[in-house]
């Protein structure tokens, strides 16, 4: 039976612009599995339970929201569509796809230093703030489980001392799945970070579209390559080499498992959009305005949105080919947006003989996703793992 602890986070109450965060984390045994001397041979399971109010990562720099006065300041483009909303705070029509690409294209030349983003009309859009918010915990997750292998210490609290003086020494490689034409894992991981990437996707479109943004910026040149999957079956077969070394691969993967089903997620976005408008006194006419318009913006290409199957089979072909490189990646990531699919991919871990599986739950307003991770390595492999990375 599997080890299942609880690590409770509690974050530190003030964001900050740095990779910064006092973190302090109590490991409990949850008290409804006897897991006492029945561990032996399997994976040992942990839970990252997020105890702050639904938000965003503590090193987040969007938990605030958005200042539009430095935004419209370093992104003229923006300003047409900011706007005060009804209780008299700027903000933009979220409705309006042009206006979200402004903002994203706007947060990124302010916050990340990269110019020129842009995709082309029809690929998917997303949300800045939630997608670094990815990447803060997968932070945490490579610092804090090398501060505890190293240590011997057997617990997982990291002080901020601690995050800076180690993490600053590391040189990550991270493999993004999936990347899309706006390549966003890999450009915020650049900046954020400082980790050099390679970036896969089905569609050639996607990568050049990654590669135009990145001959844009001399911060992001020599540290991202693309990599062209030709055999839409797979997922790292073709694109992990044998020489290539990932401390880390993340991935977003499509959730719908058809085109029905899809715009049927499209509509009730749409749906909810309309009604939240309603709900902050919007006009009547501006609410049919979001129905009509809102389709727009829920972009996405088919590789991007669904695929034979959807988030199950995609989570189970990636464990399922993740051991077939187990000592090429110290770990394997991936966003879950189903909580159902959980117990199935838990199932595919053990069978795969992963060693280690952990759950980060991540909270974002009301819409509540988590972080699957595991390593085929022991402990002491991941230690050295660490120590050798150069």
């Known amino acids: 039976m599997s080890v299942i602890l609880n690590i409770m986070i509690k974050p530190s109450s003030k964001p900050s612009r740095n990779p910064r965060a006092k973190q302090d984390r109590s490991p409990k045994k949850r008290t409804d599995r006897n897991s006492a001397g029945t561990n032996k041979g399997k994976a040992q399971e942990t839970r990252a339970v997020n105890t702050q109010k639904p938000g965003l990562h503590p090193r987040n720099l969007h938990r605030s929201g958005y200042d539009f006065d430095k935004l419209v300041e370093v992104s003229p483009a923006l300003t047409p569509y900011v706007r005060p909303n009804p209780y008299g705070n700027l903000s933009i029509d979220f409705a309006d796809p042009l206006a979200v690409k402004a903002l994203n294209s706007a947060l990124l030349k302010l916050d990340y230093q990269i110019d020129a983003w842009d995709i082309p009309q029809g690929f998917l859009c997303p949300p800045i703030p939630g997608r670094i918010d990815y990447l803060h915990y997968i932070a945490d997750l490579l610092i804090g489980i090398e501060a505890a292998d190293n240590s011997n210490q057997g617990d997982d609290s990291i002080s901020t001392c601690t995050f800076d003086a180690k993490f600053n020494k590391l040189k990550i490689k991270a493999l993004d799945i999936g990347t899309g034409a706006n390549g966003i894992y890999p450009l915020l991981g650049i900046q954020a970070y400082g980790w050099r990437f390679v970036a896969s996707d089905v569609d050639p479109l996607s990568l050049a579209n990654v590669n135009t943004i990145v001959e844009a910026n ?58 939240n408008r309603a709900a902050k006194g919007h006009k009547a006419q501006e609410v049919l305005l979001v129905k009509k318009g809102a389709e727009l913006n829920f972009g996405g290409q088919k590789a991007e949105l669904w695929c034979e199957g959807g988030e199950k089979r995609f989570l189970a072909d990636m464990i399922r080919e993740s051991k077939d490189f187990s000592t090429q990646c110290l770990w394997f990531t991936s966003l879950v947006s189903k909580k159902e699919n959980l117990q199935p991919s838990y199932a595919a871990l053990e069978k795969a003989g992963a060693v280690t599986v952990k759950t980060i739950d991540m909270a974002q307003g009301n819409k509540l996703t988590r972080v699957l991770a595991w390593s085929f390595l022991t402990p002491s492999q991941r230690g050295l793992w660490a120590k050798y990375r150069g």
């Open 218 to 275: 001399a911060c992001l040149q020599g540290k991202l390559e693309t990599r062209l999957q030709t055999d839409h079956q797979k997922v790292f077969h073709g694109i992990i080499q044998a020489d290539d070394r990932f401390d880390i691969t993340l991935c977003n993967p499509p959730f719908h498992s058809s085109l029905a089903e899809a715009s049927e997620g499209t509509q009730r976005k749409v749906k909810n959009l309309a009604a």
